[in-house]
């Protein structure tokens, strides 16, 4: 009878795991957000849902759900590019310590003042609803295939990685304080706090070097290569937790440096990890589904809606604008930030913790919890596109995806990258000559395979649509094959029409010729002769990046393209959208109406 009930469990999970990839292939096309997808599964599978499966081991929930979360976090700093940490390593930072505190003190207070939890209490239910959920920033903002402005994009990526160790470290401190079992005191809480997170980020950086050194040095089949890379981030995360130290913020860094460093088998442990995360976000968000009793959070309904309101439309916005503030974000890309602060798994793994520890009121936490990420996911994920769009902050698709194949290089000094690319069907590469084509420096082009023959190069005169083309290049370069062998993309969405503003000139254009024809005003004698690309750097006060907007005598100069560290196309947008809605024009309509 145990084995049979063991193969009706494996028939079971499996199953709801392929109804997860079809319901979440159908949802796509209604812009559903697929973590919501998995979760209303796993509730329609529970005890309330058709499946009538009766699941409330809290226990498992918090072994699955911290391997889960591991896996996705170090597969989140696999694919960070070194380049976005950069640009966004600072505010992400401010964001993930400063801006969880004070999201975490203002549903506090409106916890403790509002609905009538004690005072740890209710810091505990603004801890563990605190952070952003990584799972959900990556999948929404990535898989939609969106392209954000890239500053804005790597803040949420970056804090969603690096602000989890931040809340599951303040859900833990209020936990112990509220059980009294360790006899922590308020004055060991800094010194917790910087043991966590400085042994976290130390073992996470000298474990990632530590695994890329490792993997140069033995020789492995294949397929080996990815299981060593899993096991060992799995032992670096257990063995961080063991030291009382954040595993989770080690597996992140870990994944950043293994992802930005040349080793054997890269890959193969991407293409592995890509599936692997995939796979255990939709473990976690069944799981997560089957834990929850539907009929059990109606009396904790009323106040976790409260909550969810003030976490969406207070805690989160105010946190946010202060966070940022030193870091010259506006007010739109403020406005984006504070609204996709989606939550995910997150708060409902930290939510298991008090149930776990045998708090009173832990099955009120846990509901909050719960209906919280429902409406983040529902709300907010629901609406990022149109966000993003409203906002001005989608950035125009300058090309469809390219299929490209990477082939792996064996050993160490290599600074060259091989990819097979499949020529699409009007890609700029078809208006060439074959001996003309515009290849990236210190690039070439190996082999032309077209129908299962490889072409001779020395006679080929043009490539042609589904032609496989072998390049070799720095991997830096690579980006540059992708525009060239892919279909120019014409987006269909009226909000991206100029996106980058009405007409476009070079960075190399003098500022002064600019404001003569279209600033209004006096504009600085000091900035005339310099070119755009300077005058833009200088008002940013920062590296710019695609998407970046400067004001300047009643229009916007928008980045339009770069090369390297340097603009080298600038947008101009006449009628900015702050002149047509903001404050200033109402002014002056008002002026004018009374002459």
Not at 14 to 39: D, E, Q, Y
Not at 249 to 271: F, S
Not at 401 to 407: D, M
Not at 444 to 450: K, N
Request: proline share 4%.
């Amino acid at each position: 009878m145990v084995i049979e009930y063991l193969h009706h469990v494996i028939f079971g999970a499996a199953l709801m795991v392929v109804l997860s990839i079809f319901a979440g292939m159908l949802s796509s096309r209604f812009g559903a957000p697929l973590l919501l997808v998995f979760l209303g599964l796993g509730m329609l599978a529970g005890e309330d849902g058709i499946g009538k499966i009766h699941f409330d081991d809290f226990g498992v929930a918090y072994l699955v759900g911290s391997v889960a979360l591991a896996v996705v976090l170090f597969d989140g700093g696999l694919r960070t590019h070194l380049d976005a940490f950069r640009i966004a390593a600072w505010p992400s930072l401010s964001l993930a310590t400063f801006g969880v505190l004070i999201t975490a003190g203002i549903v506090g207070l409106v916890a403790h003042y509002g609905l009538g939890f004690g005072m740890l209490e209710s810091l505990l239910v603004g801890a563990i609803v605190g952070s952003t959920d990584a799972a959900a920033v990556f999948f929404l903002l990535n898989v939609r295939g969106m392209q954000i402005q890239k500053r804005v994009a790597s803040t949420l990526e970056v804090e969603s990685g690096i602000n989890d160790p931040m809340a599951i470290f303040l859900t833990i401190v209020c936990i112990e304080l509220l059980s009294q079992k360790t006899g922590m005191t308020w004055r060991e809480i800094p010194w917790e706090f910087l043991r966590q997170m400085a042994g976290g980020a130390v073992i996470g950086v000298v474990g990632g070097f530590a695994l890329v050194w490792f993997i140069n040095r033995v020789d492995l089949a294949s397929g080996l290569y990815p299981i060593l890379t899993i096991a060992y981030v799995m032992a670096l995360f257990g063995g961080a937790q063991s030291l009382h130290c954040s595993g989770y913020l080690a597996a992140y860094l870990a994944g950043l440096i293994v992802g930005n460093r040349r080793h054997k088998g890269k890959q193969l442990i991407v293409r592995f990890h890509d599936g692997l995360a995939w796979l255990m976000q939709i473990v976690m968000f069944l799981m997560l589904g089957l834990l929850v009793t539907p009929h059990k959070l109606l009396p904790d309904l009323g106040p976790a809606v409260i909550v969810a309101a003030v976490l969406m439309l207070v805690a989160r916005p105010v946190a946010v604008a202060l966070s940022l503030a030193p870091f010259g974000f506006n007010l739109r890309e403020i406005a984006f930030v504070s609204w996709v602060g989606l939550r995910g798994a997150v708060p409902i793994f930290l939510a298991t913790q008090p149930v776990l520890a045998g708090l009173p009121q832990s099955q009120a936490y846990f509901a909050i919890a719960f209906v919280v990420v429902i409406l983040s996911l529902g709300l907010q994920g629901w609406t990022i596109a149109a966000a993003a769009r409203f906002l001005k902050l989608e950035l125009p698709v300058a090309s469809e995806e390219n299929e490209r194949v990477g082939i792996d290089l064996p050993g160490e000094g290599i600074d060259r990258d091989i990819a097979a690319f499949r020529v699409a069907e009007k890609s700029p590469a078809l208006g060439y000559l074959f001996h003309e084509l515009p290849l990236p420096r210190r690039a070439r082009m190996l082999a032309v395979i077209r129908e299962g023959t490889v072409m001779q190069r020395e006679t080929l005169e043009h490539l042609e649509a589904d032609d496989v083309v072998l390049c070799v290049a720095p991997p830096e370069r690579m980006l540059q094959f992708d525009r060239l062998f892919a279909a120019r993309a014409v987006s269909t969405r009226p909000a991206q029409a100029g996106v980058f503003g009405e007409f476009t000139v070079t960075g190399d254009q003098p500022f002064g010729m600019i404001a003569d024809y279209y600033c209004q005003g006096a504009m600085p004698k000091d900035s005339r002769e310099l070119p755009l690309r300077q005058f833009i750097a200088k008002r940013l006060r920062r590296r710019p990046v695609v998407g970046d907007r400067v004001a300047v005598g009643g229009i916007e100069l928008v980045v339009q393209s770069m090369v390297g560290n340097d603009v080298a196309q600038v947008g101009i947008e006449l009628e900015p959208a702050g002149s047509r809605f903001g404050w200033a024009a109402i002014k002056q309509k008002i002026t004018g109406a009374f002459g």
